[in-house]
């Protein structure tokens, strides 16, 4: 893996340029004229601020972190879920950007196999990103891209053996594991235990919910509060002699229902114009 295809593992802004954290790739030009990449706007008057960006590229190793996604949001918006905010220099302690916050999300290289590989600034005024990076936003009007990139776990390889056309040796951080035809028979007699047979189009039994069915496919005995307990109707219900009277309910017109429920307000009125 050359290292403009690592992944980038850690981001950080300096506000001096020869106080670039040990490992880190300064990013003080523009990608595509060579100009100045300082992120601080300043103003006519006052000090010389400066801000640079600066990432960390280091090969994927087990458990750790790779740079999977970057945005750039106002200083008063909400940091999106997932996202970690740069928002001070890492060597002074300073404001690292201003009227903006740069947002990175990172995930650990076991989950992904993409990630991104390279960070760019492009000159003011320019909002097409070359061929491969994707426009997030900008940083005192430059325009912040990023590059994403695959690459492969290490310690994980397949090899293929000739005349072995149905065999295939898998090897992974110092395992090797011969894969053939498996009979699955004498698998299931090895299990922990004995997975019961499933019927298809068998009924299931009752007093039995999905979730205990399933838990007894997968060996899992639990017994419910309900269990053995026979579903089934009051016997009232089909008793001949219920004496069970269902209203009849008279058929009203619309005029009918205005003339029974109709109500003039004449009291509440009287009431208002007494008051002064």
Known sequence: MTDIDRPITQVAIVSDASRCPPGFTLIDRTYDRRDDADLWRDGLFGRRVYRFLCVEKMPPAPGRDVLVDVTVIGERDAIPPGFTCVDFTSDTREKAV???MLCVRYMSSDLTNDA????ILLTKGVRRPPNGYTLVGELNYMGLCYKMSSFRKPGVQMDSHQGHSNDSTFHTQGYSTQSTPMNMSSLASNLPYNPSPYRKNGPLERGTSFTEAANTLQGIHT???VQGL???LNRKLFSDDLNVTIPQIPYKSIMDIENQ???DFSVERSAAARVP
Not at 116 to 119: A, G, S
């Open 230 to 232: 026979p579903f089934e």
């Open 98 to 100: 201003k009227k903006k």
């Open 261 to 263: 429920y109709s109500y």
């Open 116 to 119: 991104i590989c390279e960070l």
């Open 223 to 225: 017994v419910s509060a």
